[in-house]
């Protein structure tokens, strides 16, 4: 499980927010992969969001997933989404 974040508003509210999510992410053994890796996640959400037309011609579906949830529901939320896109497929003939 990953996440992206952009930290929004000016500069010392950024850093009040980034100093709060990185203890967080600290006291759930969480690790920081940097701003590099932000940025290849955001890029990826992009190539998905953008060439899924063209993918689709081809029999490929993909899609990105945005969602909130209490961290305690992620492994439930998770396959829940899996079994929905699975189920969906099925009844679309994929």
Known sequence: ???TLLFEGNR???????????ELGKKYKGMRAGPE???RGYL??????YTRDF?????VAAESFE???PW????????RVR???????????F
């Not at 990826?44 to 969001?49: Q, V």
């Not at 993918?55 to 029999?59: E, T, V």
């Not at 305690?72 to 396959?79: D, E, F, G, R, T």
């Open 12 to 22: 010392v509210k950024c850093e009040h927010d980034h100093k709060l999510i990185m």
């Open 55 to 59: 993918a689709q011609n081809h029999f």
């Open 37 to 39: 890796n932000g940025m």
């Open 83 to 93: 079994t929905r896109i699975t189920d969906e497929s099925i009844k679309k003939g």
């Open 1 to 3: 499980m990953a996440c």
């Open 72 to 79: 305690s529901n992620v492994s439930q939320l998770c396959k």
């Open 44 to 49: 990826l959400t992009f190539l998905i969001a």
């Open 67 to 69: 969602t909130s949830c």
